[in-house]
């Protein structure tokens, strides 16, 4: 009952939130038309390899797609709440450490395309000619850096808990790291060129993205032992748990 009031509540705390009329999702057209285009050509091949991914563990365990859709919705819900930046656009949560934690970042590349794609559809956050940009920093570098946070946490002898929050957090802000270069290549400074102008995209999202992270960080722990609580077994089979968890 304790988890549930505290879900309830930084739902509450990111819903009511008034929002912007701009996200971090790099909205449509906002890209010059060549690097819309790189950056499309470089995330498909991450969806290629993810839909073998995600094909071969449910012809494995066909169980898994319940535990699939959770980590799809989750990172909809988070991704999809903007929260008010101090320059007049948005941040927001991303949502996909869950599921690079569970299923692995190949397999939450094209969950987190998916998520993308509707939101660029349903809510106008984002856009399909950036839709590739936007999967790529949130949908294949986040969950990169999750997956790999959470196994060298593992390794190195933290508990599930701190190896999760890490691997969720870090995973939030490399992703807007990575946004943050791509908006800098695309439109480098006059004065300082491209590092200056990373210098400024990066430093303007941390005052809100910094919080956000840790609190996305928090919440997929608690999204984590509800699961472990539950669906123990699940965890198990997709080799989640450290070894003396099993």
């Not at 057209?29 to 969806?47: H, N, Q, R």
């Not at 800098?184 to 941390?206: D, N, T, W």
């Amino acid at each position: 009952m304790k988890n549930i009031f505290i879900i309830m509540y930084f739902a509450f705390l990111f819903v009511f939130i008034p929002e912007q009329a701009f996200a971090m999702h790099i909205m449509e057209g906002f890209l010059p038309i060549e690097w819309a285009l790189f950056w499309w050509g470089v995330t498909l091949p991450f969806l290629v390899i993810g839909l073998l991914s995600i094909k071969k563990k449910l012809q494995e365990h066909p169980e898994f797609k319940m535990m699939l859709g959770l980590s799809g919705a989750f990172a909809f819900v988070l991704s999809a709440l903007k929260i008010p930046s101090v320059t007049g656009s948005c941040s927001h949560p991303t949502g996909v450490g869950l599921g690079a934690v569970l299923f692995g970042p190949t397999a939450m590349s094209v969950v987190g395309f998916i998520v993308l794609f509707f939101q660029s559809l349903l809510l106008a956050h984002g856009g399909i000619t950036t839709l590739g940009a936007n999967a790529f920093s949130m949908a294949v570098v986040g969950p990169i850096i999750s997956y790999l946070v959470y196994k060298g946490a593992s390794k190195a002898g933290f508990s599930f808990s701190i190896a999760v929050f890490l691997a969720a957090t870090l995973g939030d802000l490399g992703t807007y790291v990575m946004t943050s270069f791509q908006l800098a290549i695309a439109f480098p400074s006059e004065v300082g060129g491209m590092m200056a102008s990373f210098a400024k995209f990066s430093s303007i999202f941390a005052f809100t993205q910094i919080p956000l992270a840790i609190s996305e960080g928090l919440l997929t722990v608690i999204i984590m032992n509800v699961l472990t609580k539950y669906n123990l077994q699940a965890l198990k089979l997709l080799h989640v748990l450290p070894k003396e968890g099993r």
